[in-house]
């Protein structure tokens, strides 16, 4: 018989030769408590969070907690039904109209997870003789809506607009495209070139699908994403976004102006055929998105801990993976991923959480410290972040 585990052996035998030095499991962490958007209790020691991608701090905001409460009280625990049978409640008509007024579109649509919104709309609207044109370091929801939908893909080098052109100068003028872009990646945090991506995607006669998973609710002036921030907004055919970043909960969407979207909620196989989001989600998602309508200032906030981490990181000699701070995730290279989680271990042990990340989810093979900054976070605490990275990194070798 043949193993189909098998092909698992090398992944295996890698995270076997890394416990074997003694590291602690860096994807085994159990949060014991936690005390706030930045603190949690893990092995028994307080901690600061600088890996949840909890942006803007709405996991304890009261008003979105009193929400959720109402909710379960008022309709219980699940809906135990999709959202074309028993699963929309009032709560999720309220969040979808919540987010059309956040992105002042007229179409929106709530999803159980932000993969499967990925999963839903890409595999839906590309289909077999479609073509989808991709960053290579698209997520993988991204990539599994391409294969879900059976669609062509044409990848083309990160954030390079020339690339992107020449890919879509290739394709049959007559062929449906779709141009699937990221406003914020999540690895390295860079930002893309959205305008003029854009710009040569409609040239071609593609539509067009912005990812701001990683830079709603933070970038832009109403934290619409980088699509607002650079003024091609009203451009992008389709929004995908996630609840379990800015907004606090869990969940995905898409929204849209598109005349015809309407028909998705019919046809979309993993918004037909999932169990809706429970009523007490929802309550808390509709609540956490109005109120950062109103975030300038914590989005300011944000901005100030960015920047004074990212320059922080490099005075003391940390690679990152960009040269200017683009977001809220900053990326510190690793030499490799012994060392990389040699260094995670070391933080964790002076009160520090971070991700760290591997191939082959990270572009080019590096390893990396992934770290995601909160609008909580305090001016004193970035400032206990940075004295922490500097004794892990001397104690490691990272930095001299």
């Known amino acids: 018989m043949t193993d189909l585990f098998s092909k698992f052996d090398p992944l295996i035998q890698q995270r076997e030769t890394l416990l074997a030095t003694g590291v602690t499991d860096p994807y085994n962490l159990v949060m014991e408590k936690v005390v706030s958007p930045t603190v ?5 020691r307080e901690t600061i969070l600088l890996g949840t991608y909890n942006y803007m701090g709405m996991t304890f ?12 009280d008022k309709f219980g625990a699940g809906t135990t039904g999709s959202r074309v049978l028993n699963g929309t409640y009032q709560g999720h008509k309220e969040c979808e109209e919540a987010l059309k007024e956040f992105y002042a579109m007229d179409h929106a649509m709530v999803f159980s997870t932000g993969y499967q919104a990925n999963l839903g709309i890409i595999s839906t ?15 993988a929801s991204i990539y599994d809506g391409c294969a879900m939908g059976n669609a062509e893909i044409v990848a083309f080098r990160h954030n390079d607009v020339e690339a992107l052109e020449k890919r879509l100068k290739r394709l049959p003028a007559e062929a449906g495209k779709l141009v699937v872009l990221e406003g914020v990646y ?3 945090g860079d930002v893309a ?3 003029e991506m854009i710009r040569v995607s409609k040239e ?4 067009v699908l ?13 934290g619409r994403g980088v699509a607002e921030a650079q003024g091609v907004l009203d451009d992008v055919d389709f929004v995908i976004g996630t609840f379990s970043k800015s907004v606090g909960t869990v969940g995905g969407f898409c929204v849209s102006n598109h005349p015809k979207f309407e028909i998705l909620r019919l046809v979309c196989r993993p918004y037909v055929f999932t169990a809706s989001l429970p009523p007490s989600v929802v309550a808390t998602a509709a609540t956490s998105i109005r109120k950062l309508m109103h975030g300038s200032n914590k989005r300011a906030h944000l901005w100030e801990n960015s920047k004074l981490l990212h320059k922080g990181l490099r005075d003391l000699g940390f690679t990152l993976g960009t040269d200017e701070p683009q977001s809220a995730i900053i990326a510190v290279i690793m030499p490799d991923l012994e060392q990389g989680a040699m260094m995670w271990e070391a933080l964790l042990e002076e009160g520090l959480y971070v991700n760290l990340a591997r191939p082959p989810a990270t572009p080019a093979g590096m390893t990396l410290l992934r ?3 909160c609008a909580e976070h305090t001016t004193e605490q970035v400032g206990e972040i940075l004295g922490r990275f500097e004794r892990a990194g001397k104690r490691i070798g990272i930095i001299g």
């Open 204 to 207: 071609a006669g593609a539509m």
């Open 40 to 44: 949690a209790i893990c092995n028994g």
């Open 61 to 72: 905001d009261e008003d979105v907690i009193a929400a959720g409460k109402d909710a379960l």
């Open 186 to 188: 999540s690895m390295l």
């Open 371 to 373: 770290c995601s900054l």
């Open 193 to 195: 070139p959205l305008k």
């Open 210 to 222: 912005v990812d701001e998973a990683h830079s709603m609710g933070f970038i832009g002036e109403h």
């Open 125 to 139: 609207i590309a289909g077999k003789g479609d073509y989808v044109i991709l960053d290579i370091d698209s997520h």
